[in-house]
């Protein structure tokens, strides 16, 4: 497709009707091939792999509060803990789910 445009000097429509893109998806693959070459051009996975906030610090520091009172540390007490310990905001549900996980 990039060829058939910067060497061919077809149209970007023509070519990417022809491929059955959209142009913006041409431009976005041109951009990734300017970048990054071929590498740019293969399929990367998306999103996170994990939450950025939760660094095994802060997982261990859940893990022990939770334990020690299970009852008294809801989700929403252990995001003000970390909060006033390490200045960091955690939602809540982040808690959670990081405690079903690792339970």
């Known amino acids: 497709m990039l060829r058939a445009v910067q060497v061919k000097g077809y149209s970007i429509a023509e070519v990417a009707k022809a491929f059955g893109y959209s142009r ?8 990734d091939f300017e970048l990054e070459g ?3 051009l293969l399929d990367q996975a998306q999103g996170r792999r994990q939450p950025e ?7 261990e520091y859940i893990l022990s509060e939770r334990y020690k009172d299970s009852k008294n ?3 929403y007490r252990l995001s003000e803990k970390i909060y006033n310990r390490f200045h960091i905001n955690i939602h809540p549900r982040t808690i959670y789910k990081l405690l079903k996980k690792k339970m």
């Open 38 to 40: 071929c590498v740019g």
């Open 24 to 31: 913006e998806t041409y431009y976005t693959v041109a951009h």
């Open 53 to 59: 906030k939760l660094q095994t610090e802060i997982v």
């Open 73 to 75: 540390n809801s989700g």
